[in-house]
């Protein structure tokens, strides 16, 4: 069975102040592993796609990286519009109907 | 993007009440998805479906049930509703690139 755990479960920072999100999973064979941001009363929105370990994407402030067992979710000076919840999801090769398996998510919070 | 619709946004109901809440989308998706989302379980998925009267159980689809009789709406619903189905409940759909494509959210209060 898929597993993904996200830590922390909860974060905060000041502005500027850099960190890491984590997210490790267990899974016979990733198709792919997703990262999402979700606003309060908002669907989840797609950040990253990442298939293969070494594999990074940036965007902005935020870059994903991946090994075979975690991802980490870097954002680099953060500002208050950063804060959110980010989700990670994992997808294996042979998964039935294309189903991504979701961890619970951090819920960054980025002071002014 | 995909336009995904879900209706209504918010809804209060009483206890024993069937509620059916709708999911849209305006391109040719063959893949639809119920999930609900609560705090300290995230997203679990409820049904999902694979095409026109298709559809699949998740790992959370006791007490509700999923029609699919058009590509562009996947209908779900709570038969007679309980107050542990209170929740937020997202309807997807798969993208090759992106994983899934959210709808907006049901917020959904059984009282």
């Known amino acids: 069975e898929d597993q993904v755990t996200q830590s922390p479960e909860a974060l905060r920072l000041q502005e500027g102040e850099s960190s890491s999100l984590n997210c490790s999973y267990t899974?016979?064979?990733?198709?792919?592993l997703f990262w999402y941001r979700q606003d309060p009363g908002k669907g989840p929105e797609f950040l990253f796609t990442?298939?293969?370990a070494g594999e990074e994407k940036e965007k902005e402030r935020l870059k994903a990286t991946l090994t075979k067992k975690e991802s980490f979710l870097h954002i680099t000076a953060p500002k208050p519009e950063d804060s959110a919840t980010y989700l990670c999801a994992v997808q294996e090769l042979e998964t039935s109907g294309s189903r991504l398996t979701f961890g619970e998510g951090t819920q960054l919070t980025v002071n002014p | 993007d995909a336009g995904i619709t879900q209706s209504p946004r918010h809804k209060v109901t009483e206890t024993g009440t069937p509620v059916t809440l709708r999911c849209h989308q305006t391109?040719?998706?063959?893949?639809m998805y119920w999930y609900r989302q609560d705090p300290g379980h995230g997203l679990r998925l409820i049904h999902y479906?694979?095409?026109?009267?298709?559809?699949d159980k998740g790992e959370v689809s006791d007490g509700y049930s999923v029609s699919r009789s058009k590509t562009e709406d996947f209908l779900l619903t709570l038969e007679s509703a309980t107050s542990s189905q209170t929740s937020v409940y997202f309807c997807a759909i798969s993208d090759f690139h992106k994983g899934y494509t959210f709808g907006s959210g049901t917020r959904l209060t059984v009282v």
């Open positions: 479906s694979y095409g026109v009267k298709d559809t």
């Open positions: 990442l298939y293969s």
């Open positions: 899974v016979s064979g990733l198709r792919g």
């Open positions: 391109e040719n998706h063959r893949y």
